[in-house]
Protein backbone atom coordinates (compact mmCIF):
# COMPACT_ATOMS: atom_id res chain seq x y z
CA UNK A 1 0.00 0.00 0.00
CA UNK A 2 1.44 3.25 -1.10
CA UNK A 3 1.89 6.31 1.35
CA UNK A 4 -1.08 7.81 0.08
CA UNK A 5 -4.20 5.40 0.27
CA UNK A 6 -2.62 4.60 3.88
CA UNK A 7 -2.54 8.16 4.56
CA UNK A 8 -6.63 7.98 3.57
CA UNK A 9 -7.66 4.86 5.46
CA UNK A 10 -5.71 6.40 8.82
CA UNK A 11 -8.07 9.63 7.82
CA UNK A 12 -11.05 7.57 7.61
CA UNK A 13 -10.17 5.87 10.82
CA UNK A 14 -9.41 8.57 12.83
CA UNK A 15 -12.22 10.58 11.37
CA UNK A 16 -14.76 7.60 12.41
CA UNK A 17 -13.15 7.49 16.14
CA UNK A 18 -14.28 11.11 16.41
CA UNK A 19 -17.59 10.98 15.02
CA UNK A 20 -18.23 7.82 17.57
CA UNK A 21 -18.29 9.93 20.85
CA UNK A 22 -20.73 12.80 18.93
CA UNK A 23 -23.07 10.18 17.95
CA UNK A 24 -22.94 8.89 21.19
CA UNK A 25 -23.60 12.03 22.95
CA UNK A 26 -26.45 12.74 21.11
CA UNK A 27 -27.58 8.99 21.55
CA UNK A 28 -27.77 9.61 24.95
CA UNK A 29 -29.44 13.40 24.63
CA UNK A 30 -32.12 11.95 22.20
CA UNK A 31 -32.62 9.26 25.07
CA UNK A 32 -32.75 11.85 27.69
CA UNK A 33 -35.44 14.23 25.84
CA UNK A 34 -37.01 11.09 24.70
CA UNK A 35 -37.61 9.58 28.81
CA UNK A 36 -39.06 13.07 29.53
CA UNK A 37 -41.99 12.55 26.92
CA UNK A 38 -42.66 9.12 25.93
CA UNK A 39 -45.62 7.37 27.23
CA UNK A 40 -44.84 4.90 29.94
CA UNK A 41 -46.41 2.43 32.37
CA UNK A 42 -44.05 2.27 34.65
CA UNK A 43 -44.04 5.31 37.72
CA UNK A 44 -41.53 8.55 37.09
CA UNK A 45 -43.01 9.27 40.59
CA UNK A 46 -39.56 11.05 42.12
CA UNK A 47 -37.40 12.08 38.91
CA UNK A 48 -36.17 15.43 40.04
CA UNK A 49 -35.01 18.26 37.37
CA UNK A 50 -31.61 19.82 37.99
CA UNK A 51 -33.16 23.03 38.26
CA UNK A 52 -35.88 23.68 40.93
CA UNK A 53 -38.97 21.54 39.59
CA UNK A 54 -39.71 18.27 39.80
CA UNK A 55 -41.25 15.93 37.93
CA UNK A 56 -44.37 13.90 39.60
CA UNK A 57 -46.40 11.27 37.97
CA UNK A 58 -49.82 10.78 39.80
CA UNK A 59 -50.58 6.81 40.94
CA UNK A 60 -51.94 5.09 37.88
CA UNK A 61 -51.13 7.98 35.26
CA UNK A 62 -48.14 8.04 32.42
CA UNK A 63 -48.56 11.69 32.40
CA UNK A 64 -45.75 13.68 34.35
CA UNK A 65 -46.64 16.94 36.01
CA UNK A 66 -43.77 19.49 36.99
CA UNK A 67 -43.77 20.91 40.73
CA UNK A 68 -41.78 24.33 41.95
CA UNK A 69 -39.78 23.28 44.58
CA UNK A 70 -37.60 25.21 47.72
CA UNK A 71 -34.44 25.03 46.14
CA UNK A 72 -33.12 24.51 49.78
CA UNK A 73 -34.93 20.70 49.09
CA UNK A 74 -35.10 20.72 45.50
CA UNK A 75 -32.90 16.92 45.36
CA UNK A 76 -35.84 15.76 47.01
CA UNK A 77 -38.41 12.94 45.81
CA UNK A 78 -41.60 14.52 45.22
CA UNK A 79 -44.72 11.40 45.42
CA UNK A 80 -48.71 12.04 45.23
CA UNK A 81 -49.26 10.57 48.70
CA UNK A 82 -53.28 9.84 49.84
CA UNK A 83 -53.67 10.92 53.28
CA UNK A 84 -57.71 10.48 54.01
CA UNK A 85 -59.79 11.43 51.29
CA UNK A 86 -56.80 13.69 49.89
CA UNK A 87 -53.99 13.36 47.76
CA UNK A 88 -51.29 15.75 48.69
CA UNK A 89 -48.07 16.61 46.97
CA UNK A 90 -44.98 16.04 49.41
CA UNK A 91 -41.13 16.22 49.26
CA UNK A 92 -39.75 12.24 50.53
CA UNK A 93 -37.53 12.30 52.85
CA UNK A 94 -36.59 8.48 53.79
CA UNK A 95 -33.03 8.50 54.98
CA UNK A 96 -31.15 10.16 57.82
CA UNK A 97 -29.61 12.80 56.45
CA UNK A 98 -33.14 13.59 54.43
CA UNK A 99 -34.79 13.53 57.85
CA UNK A 100 -31.74 15.84 59.41
CA UNK A 101 -32.28 18.44 56.85
CA UNK A 102 -36.38 18.15 57.26
CA UNK A 103 -37.59 21.90 56.08
CA UNK A 104 -34.23 24.00 57.53
CA UNK A 105 -34.16 27.54 55.99
CA UNK A 106 -36.86 27.12 53.99
CA UNK A 107 -39.18 30.27 53.32
CA UNK A 108 -41.81 28.98 51.23
CA UNK A 109 -42.83 25.44 49.96
CA UNK A 110 -43.76 26.23 46.44
CA UNK A 111 -46.26 24.09 45.12
CA UNK A 112 -45.34 21.53 47.74
CA UNK A 113 -48.27 20.42 50.69
CA UNK A 114 -45.85 19.57 52.61
CA UNK A 115 -43.04 16.74 53.58
CA UNK A 116 -43.47 13.03 54.29
CA UNK A 117 -41.25 11.65 56.75
CA UNK A 118 -40.72 8.16 56.90
CA UNK A 119 -38.62 5.33 58.36
CA UNK A 120 -38.28 1.91 58.13
CA UNK A 121 -38.06 1.51 61.95
CA UNK A 122 -39.65 3.48 64.66
CA UNK A 123 -39.69 7.20 64.24
CA UNK A 124 -37.13 9.98 66.13
CA UNK A 125 -38.45 13.27 67.81
CA UNK A 126 -38.57 16.23 65.84
CA UNK A 127 -37.13 19.50 66.67
CA UNK A 128 -37.33 23.47 64.47
CA UNK A 129 -33.90 24.45 64.75
CA UNK A 130 -32.96 26.53 61.90
CA UNK A 131 -36.62 26.12 60.29
CA UNK A 132 -38.10 29.37 59.69
CA UNK A 133 -41.96 29.10 59.08
CA UNK A 134 -44.33 27.49 61.55
CA UNK A 135 -45.42 23.87 60.76
CA UNK A 136 -47.90 21.56 62.12
CA UNK A 137 -46.74 17.89 62.13
CA UNK A 138 -49.50 14.72 62.23
CA UNK A 139 -47.70 11.01 63.09
CA UNK A 140 -49.01 7.63 61.89
CA UNK A 141 -48.56 4.80 62.71
CA UNK A 142 -47.23 1.62 60.99
CA UNK A 143 -50.61 0.12 59.41
CA UNK A 144 -51.11 3.97 58.58
CA UNK A 145 -53.43 5.31 61.34
CA UNK A 146 -53.38 8.21 62.83
CA UNK A 147 -50.61 8.68 65.80
CA UNK A 148 -50.97 12.16 67.06
CA UNK A 149 -50.00 16.06 66.54
CA UNK A 150 -48.16 19.46 67.44
CA UNK A 151 -47.69 22.85 66.45
CA UNK A 152 -44.49 23.68 65.92
CA UNK A 153 -42.74 26.75 66.25
CA UNK A 154 -39.36 27.98 64.48
CA UNK A 155 -36.45 28.01 66.95
CA UNK A 156 -32.87 29.45 66.78
CA UNK A 157 -31.36 28.88 69.92
CA UNK A 158 -30.61 25.97 71.80
CA UNK A 159 -31.90 23.89 73.36
CA UNK A 160 -34.54 23.70 71.00
CA UNK A 161 -38.07 21.63 72.49
CA UNK A 162 -38.59 18.41 70.97
CA UNK A 163 -41.61 16.98 69.30
CA UNK A 164 -42.88 13.86 69.57
CA UNK A 165 -46.00 11.66 70.22
CA UNK A 166 -46.19 9.80 73.62
CA UNK A 167 -44.11 7.43 72.03
CA UNK A 168 -41.84 6.95 69.41
CA UNK A 169 -43.56 3.81 67.56
CA UNK A 170 -44.86 5.69 64.55
CA UNK A 171 -43.28 5.25 60.70
CA UNK A 172 -44.37 8.36 59.09
CA UNK A 173 -45.01 12.04 60.04
CA UNK A 174 -45.70 14.92 57.67
CA UNK A 175 -44.85 18.49 58.28
CA UNK A 176 -46.79 21.40 56.66
CA UNK A 177 -47.17 24.97 57.19
CA UNK A 178 -49.63 26.05 60.43
CA UNK A 179 -53.12 25.34 59.35
CA UNK A 180 -52.58 23.08 56.37
CA UNK A 181 -53.63 19.79 58.16
CA UNK A 182 -56.02 21.33 60.80
CA UNK A 183 -58.50 18.63 58.26
CA UNK A 184 -57.06 15.39 59.82
CA UNK A 185 -58.64 13.84 62.04
CA UNK A 186 -58.07 10.87 64.26
CA UNK A 187 -59.99 8.68 61.91
CA UNK A 188 -57.54 9.60 58.85
CA UNK A 189 -55.24 7.27 57.76
CA UNK A 190 -52.12 7.57 55.09
CA UNK A 191 -51.30 5.19 52.27
CA UNK A 192 -47.64 5.16 51.24
CA UNK A 193 -45.39 2.31 49.49
CA UNK A 194 -42.20 2.59 49.76
CA UNK A 195 -40.23 2.11 46.71
Given at each position: MCCAAKYRELRVRFSTMRTIPVLLTALVLSACTAAGTSD?????????????????VEEGSSTPGTVKMPPQIDTYRVKQVQ?????????????????????MEVT????????????????????????????????????GTFKGRASMEPCTADPCPKYQPDDLEFRYAIE?????????????????VDD
Open positions: TSTSLESAVAPSTTAIVVGDKELTLAIADNPSLRAQGLDLEDLDGMLFFWRHDGDAFWMKNTVIPLDIVWFNEDAPTGALDWVTDDTAIVY
